[in-house]
């Protein structure tokens, strides 16, 4: 069983930054963050893999936000800079421990969430 909390998430305005926690408890293969709007679908934002740190992004994002992980704490961050008000959603980190992809129904462990709010 893995438990996930997220920190990190809050109100800044467009052009800022913002940086995201997601502290793992047990074994994973994949660290990822997912966002959903209100009214939309769920999207992929970014993941990595623990075992080689091999990152991969959505195109909405790439450029703008950083992955990264520390293995020693078996925290995942997200570095958002250049924020937009589209990028505005909460935020899922999810974990697996078996595959990485951007499926998010594949992954089998969710934090609760954490919001993120970027005004124009």
């Known amino acids: 069983q893995v438990q996930l909390v997220e920190s990190g998430g809050g109100s800044v305005q ?14 994973t293969v994949c660290l990822a963050w997912f ?3 209100p009214g939309k679908e769920r999207e992929a934002v970014a993941r990595i893999a623990t075992l080689d740190s091999r990152t991969y992004y959505a195109a909405s994002v790439a450029g703008r936000f950083t992955i990264s992980r520390d293995s ?26 078996r595959t990485c992809s951007f499926v998010g129904s594949l992954f089998g462990y969710w934090g609760q969430g954490t919001q993120v709010t970027v005004s124009s």
């Open 35 to 37: 966002r959903q709007a």
């Open 14 to 27: 467009a052009g800022g930054s913002l940086r995201l926690s997601c502290a793992a408890s047990g074994y």
């Open 72 to 97: 020693a704490k078996n925290t995942a961050y997200l570095q958002m800079n250049s924020l937009r008000p589209e990028d505005t959603a909460m935020y899922y980190c999810a974990a697996d421990g």
